[in-house]
């Protein structure tokens, strides 16, 4: 695909050991939707258009590849992604649609799809109704009050999977920007918990069921 990257983690080791466990074993013990929590901030006019440049853009989910041994690896990546993701949406179309979506939505914000795909598993566990009980929704938590700052002024188009899914890459990589790289603190402030190890490290660890290594590269 044309566009890639995104930063690197700053490694799990450099919080303690039993902080990490106790954050990982805290968010994977509970399903119900629990994070999300960004927190409202004035945007400087010239970030609050190019956010909302960055969300406007409806186009289909469909990626685009220079050469066929791009597309090879990205069909090897959606099949065994599929399998993975099986018992938490058996209807395979509806498993390919959400996985087409957050691998376009993921790369065009310059992210790491496995990362995508682990915050989403901590905020939601893939369920694309979720709310959170401060009011976040859908599979990325995102709070409705970026509807008003970035898009139209309806937060019910939260709910819809493409919508979502780039709200969420917008502004992960917004905070990313913010953050000038460290993703822990970028991860932080995304859930309203900048500075705490337990959600980046949750993230950090979800992020391991969905890394890709291609055995045909």
Request: glycine share 10%; net charge positive; aromatic share 10%.
């Amino acid at each position: 695909m044309t566009t890639a990257g995104g930063a690197p983690a700053r490694p799990l080791g450099f919080v303690g050991r039993r902080a990490w466990l106790v954050g990982v074993v805290g968010w994977a013990a509970t399903p119900a939707a629990r994070a999300g929590g960004q927190i409202e901030e004035p945007l400087a006019d010239s970030v609050r258009t190019a956010l909302s440049a960055a969300i406007a853009n409806n186009a289909p989910p469909k990626p685009q590849f220079r050469h066929i041994e791009e597309r090879l690896h990205y069909l090897r990546w959606l099949g065994a992604m599929s399998e993975r993701l099986r018992r938490r949406k058996p209807e395979p179309q509806t498993r390919v649609d959400f996985l087409e979506t957050v691998w376009y939505e993921s790369k065009r914000a310059g992210l790491d799809t496995a990362l995508v795909l682990g915050l989403i598993q901590v905020e939601s566990g893939f369920r694309k109704y979720a709310i959170s009980p401060v009011g976040a929704r859908g599979y990325m938590q995102v709070m409705p009050f970026w509807s008003r700052l970035i898009g139209d002024g309806d937060a019910g188009k939260l709910f819809h999977m493409q919508t979502n899914l780039r709200f969420g890459c917008v502004i992960l990589r917004h905070y990313l920007d913010m953050e000038r790289g460290d993703l822990f603190l970028a991860l932080g402030r995304y859930n309203g918990s900048r500075g705490r190890p337990e959600y980046p490290n949750a993230v950090f660890a979800a992020r391991r069921q969905w890394e890709f290594a291609d055995a045909r590269v």
